[in-house]
């Protein structure tokens, strides 16, 4: 049995006036979670996190988890302030 920590990253392209730098940026997204692996089968996911950088002044978020979602399904979503936690 193995605990191990994944990241994989998620596609996003759209960009936006960024309100820290005032430039045109986009996010990187990284998706997060931990899994333990039986027989190198995973059978358990959690502490499941979407993080997203601005690309511009690489300001870290927590994005919040459905449209984190929603992105890694392939969805034409965008991001909105509203959707991003500061990280202290
Ligand atoms: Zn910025």
Redesign the pocket.
Known sequence: MWITTKEEPINYDKVHR?R??D?I?SYNIVYTYQVLTLFFIPVWRWNKTYFAE?T??N?QFILDKTVGDMLRNGEDVEIVDSDLSEIY
């Open positions: 960024c820290y730098c430039d940026g601005t511009c002044c300001k």
